[in-house]
């Protein structure tokens, strides 16, 4: 199955890259499809998805030479188009490093800024983005054992790299902690490295967050800001902002909404039905769970 999908993906990813260059739309890859190179053998690293970037301006156009490759797309608030293609190829456009919502959003230079004309990444830029875009993960749903194996081939090839200007930023990204606590246990995890007692909280964290983290950790860890932030009724503020969410929220999880706004109010009804499904339901209980939790009193 593994196999069948690696060729299915690199059959797209070839046919992407020159449909985007024939329609002149400036793109890089990122994520896997280069993280494979660090690693021995290219086939050790597996691929739930395929990642490019380009221009803002390109998003729609990407849009609509996707669907003429047979993909089903998605808009995600303007910043991101999702692809999907049978049997088992998914595809994400995104049009920066990070959303404007991340904070990591202002960290990193302008993606095409980080390529050279051959179209080859700085390998200090690639190493701080993947760093960070494990850091977004990890404090949001948490991330799976896969990423820290990256870690691990990004610190074994990374000789030439500038650690003073890996540590400037991340420390501008208020990540330098996490950097070097991350890239300790990846070395005590898959190589020689040694284990440090302060490194038992992320190990836990990381075992228990599966291939791409869970919404338990979601939810955790957006109840620890909130009440970091605001701690009076913070459990309230979060279940009025679950119950009233916003229409950015339903386009995506409704795409019909988005062209047809007048059914707004009744995807809001939908969604509420939506709780007496056996997953709603679940989700619905998990949450509760987690929100009466002893360590919130």
């Not at 303007?78 to 994400?92: H, L, S």
């Not at 959303?99 to 959003?105: G, I, L, R, S, V």
């Not at 983290?213 to 913070?234: A, C, H, I, S």
Request: hydrophobic share 35%; aromatic share 16%; proline share 4%.
């Amino acid at each position: 199955m593994a196999m069948t999908r690696d060729i299915n993906q690199s059959f797209a990813y070839e046919e992407i890259k020159a449909a985007f260059q024939k329609a002149g739309i400036r793109s890089v890859d990122v994520q896997g499809t280069k993280l494979k190179l660090w690693y021995p053998q290219t086939d050790y690293r597996t691929m739930s998805d395929l990642d490019f970037i380009i221009d803002p301006e390109n998003l729609n156009k990407a849009w609509k030479l996707l669907e003429t490759l047979g993909y089903e797309c998605e808009d995600l608030h303007g910043v991101e188009v999702d692809a999907f293609r049978a049997p088992n190829i998914n595809i994400e456009v995104h049009s920066e490093y990070f959303p404007e919502d991340c904070e990591y959003y202002d960290v990193m230079r302008p993606p095409f800024d980080t390529y050279d004309s051959n179209g080859l990444i700085d390998p200090n830029e690639f190493y701080i983005y993947h760093i960070l875009h494990i850091a977004k993960h990890y404090y949001r749903n948490g991330c799976g054992l896969r990423q820290i194996m990256d870690v691990y081939y990004l610190d074994s090839n990374g000789a030439d790299l500038n650690r003073d200007y890996i540590r400037s930023v991340m420390e501008k990204a208020n990540a330098a902690e996490f950097s070097d606590k991350i890239s300790a246990l990846a070395a005590y995890w898959f190589g020689n490295g040694a284990y440090r007692a302060d490194l038992k909280e992320m190990e836990v964290y990381l075992l228990g967050s599966g291939v791409n983290g869970t919404r338990y950790n979601r939810l955790d860890n957006t109840l620890k800001v909130m009440r970091k932030e605001k701690p009076q009724f913070f459990r309230i503020r979060y279940s009025l902002k679950r119950i009233f969410v916003g229409k950015d929220y339903l386009y995506v999880r409704y795409p019909i909404t988005k062209k047809w706004k007048i059914l707004l109010p009744f995807s809001w009804i939908y969604r509420f039905f939506g709780l007496l499904t056996p997953s709603g339901n679940r989700r619905f209980r998990e949450e509760i769970g987690l929100l009466t939790e002893k360590k919130w009193k």
